[in-house]
């Protein structure tokens, strides 16, 4: 930490600190420039719906690669758009991408598919008419609400549990589906599952991957689900890596699946590429 000395406004840092500043900053200005130029792009990873043994949906996760950082992982990024306020633009380049990509998509087969795209607490936050946005932005793109999901994590209600509820309603009237993503890893879960207008619990990562070796991680898993269904949730593991893994979480009544083992995040074509091979009979 940096720390005033003796009412000084002489700060001291670490190298560690200041290396740590510098990638801060070079993301950030980087991260403007990839933003105005337009070279954020955005991947699609399946997710599985068990009952029918398809795909039923895919979600929208951004990638970026930088010509002198190289790739930036989202969880790196996100976070410092979220401070620097460049979330909101970064927001609205994937939903206007995800949107386009899953309109095509569409085309090409004989049923929809749906697209989750996320959405970072700020970003959800700031926007009054977060609805609204979203709402023309999808029609104008030709792409039904009833077909996109959006997902966003617990901290969201810890700050302002009133301005969430509005911002969720707003979203649920316009039609879109709510997913509650990574569940089990924030805090006063219970309470947000039963007041807030969630269509969808996403297990989180951490308990799936450890959920056949972890005998505690299967009673958790077991205990999510059994939750998110008495309260007429939808589901979905993330992060099945293993057809172990995948034998435990169907056995426990998840609905959907979503990791590695079905595929990684994928681009647009690849996508397509990836439902004609694996599930031809969706193709038109
Ligand atoms: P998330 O929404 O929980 O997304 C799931 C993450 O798990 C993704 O990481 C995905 O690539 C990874 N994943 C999926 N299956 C597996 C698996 O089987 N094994 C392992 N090890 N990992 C798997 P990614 O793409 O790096 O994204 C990290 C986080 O960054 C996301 O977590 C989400 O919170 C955030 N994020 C990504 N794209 C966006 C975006 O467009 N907007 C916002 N606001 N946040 C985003
Ligand atoms: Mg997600
Ligand atoms: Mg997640
Ligand atoms: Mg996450």
Not at 55 to 61: D, N, S, T, V, Y
Not at 70 to 89: C, K, T
Not at 216 to 221: E, G, H, N, Q, R
């Amino acid at each position: 930490q940096a720390k005033n000395a003796g009412g000084s406004t002489y700060a001291f840092f670490t190298p560690e600190l200041r290396v740590a500043a510098e990638r801060h900053q070079d993301i950030r200005m980087r991260l403007a420039d990839a933003l105005e130029q337009g070279r954020i792009e955005v991947k699609y990873q399946p997710i599985i719906n068990l009952a029918s043994g398809k795909i039923g949906r895919c979600e929208a996760l951004v990638r970026w690669t930088d010509p002198e950082l190289g790739v930036v992982r989202p969880d790196e990024f996100i976070e410092i758009a979220e401070h620097s306020g460049l979330i909101q633009q970064l927001g609205y380049q994937v939903v206007k991408q995800a949107l386009s990509d899953i309109y095509q998509i569409n085309s090409a087969l004989r049923e929809p598919i749906g697209v989750a795209i996320n959405r970072s607490p700020q970003e959800f936050m700031d926007l009054s008419e977060t609805g609204d946005y979203l709402d023309e932005l999808a029609m104008k793109a030709g792409v039904a609400p009833e077909l996109v999901t959006i997902e966003l994590t617990e901290s969201l209600m810890m700050k302002d549990p009133k301005l969430a509820e509005r911002q969720l309603n707003l979203l649920k009237a316009d039609g879109f589906r709510l997913s509650l993503d990574d569940f089990g890893t924030g805090y006063s879960s219970l309470a947000y599952l039963k007041h807030f207008p969630f269509d969808v619990l996403k297990v989180d990562r951490s308990f799936v991957s450890d959920i056949a070796s972890d005998k505690d991680d299967y009673l958790l898993v077991k205990t999510i689900l059994e939750m998110g269904s008495n309260l007429g949730m939808h589901s979905v593991a993330e992060g099945v890596e293993t057809a172990e893994q995948l034998a435990l979480v169907t056995e426990l009544g998840c609905e959907c699946v979503q990791g590695y083992f079905f595929s990684p995040p994928i681009s647009r074509d690849e996508l397509l590429n990836y439902i004609g091979t694996q599930f031809p009979e969706l193709m038109a």
